[in-house]
């Protein structure tokens, strides 16, 4: 079955750069989540999009920026890097029927950045 | 008051044990109590989930017990093998519009041969 596709799996940067995470959900998902995950940590819900539209936002930095696009994929957009970024960022997807209690969301493999 | 308490925050268990991890919440508009696994370097997996109108779930090696009164949930690993050592997330969904989950913090178990 096909999973939630996250890129790059790995990536470098230097303080003070950009960078853009890609995330392609499960076919048909229409929900989206960005995750940040510190060493030894949870994972620390960043934002949500629900077909395209963001649904909700949680500690996501203001330097910070997603969208969902028509095709559902998403893109975090991240600038001005801190070496405090560096984490791995994960992406879940989830389908959100009406009126359903289930929704479980499936994470991605992650994508690891480091900021030096 | 969208905190999950969970505990402990390291396990180790002996091959053929049971291992139990706790986790507590506060708010009552959580519907649901998902668990995850997660393998160093990798996502999180949904392992199994409850909603709060069981009491317990059951799925092979995996049980979880959950009082809604006491507004506590738990995961029981039983015959715990050195393949389950990983870190294990519970977390709770806040649906109020959108859908929010929300973690404890982690236990990382570590089941020796």
């Known amino acids: 079955a096909a999973g939630v596709i996250q890129s790059p799996r790995h990536l470098i940067k230097e303080k003070r750069e950009t960078a853009t995470l890609k995330c392609y959900p499960i076919p048909r998902h229409d929900t989206v989540y960005w995750y940040q995950q510190g060493p030894g940590q949870d994972p620390q819900f960043l934002i949500s999009f629900y077909e395209k539209m963001q649904s909700d936002k949680g500690s996501i930095p203001d330097r910070f920026s997603a969208q969902q696009f028509s095709d559902y994929h998403s893109e975090l957009n991240m600038s001005s890097l801190e070496l405090g970024d560096s984490a791995l960022y994960f992406c879940?997807?989830?389908?959100?029927?009406?009126?359903?209690?289930?929704?479980?969301?499936?994470f991605g493999p992650g994508t690891r950045l480091t900021v030096l | 008051q969208q905190q999950v308490k969970q505990s402990p925050q390291s396990l180790i268990v002996q091959k053929g044990g049971i291992s139990i991890i706790n986790c507590a919440y506060e708010?009552?508009?959580?519907?649901?109590f998902p668990w995850y696994q997660q393998f160093p370097g990798k996502g999180p997996a949904l392992l199994i989930a409850?909603?709060?109108?069981?009491s317990e779930k059951k799925e092979g090696r995996f049980t979880i017990s959950f009082n809604k009164s006491a507004k506590q949930f738990s995961l029981h690993i039983m015959d715990s093998q050195p393949g389950d050592s990983a870190t294990y997330f519970c977390?709770?969904?806040?649906?109020?519009?959108?859908?929010?989950?929300?973690f404890g913090t982690g236990t990382r178990l570590k089941v020796l041969a």
């Open positions: 708010n009552t508009a959580f519907d649901y």
């Open positions: 409850i909603r709060p109108d069981v």
């Open positions: 879940a997807s989830s389908l959100r029927t009406s009126g359903t209690i289930r929704n479980e969301q499936f």
């Open positions: 977390a709770a969904r806040l649906s109020s519009g959108t859908y929010k989950y929300i």
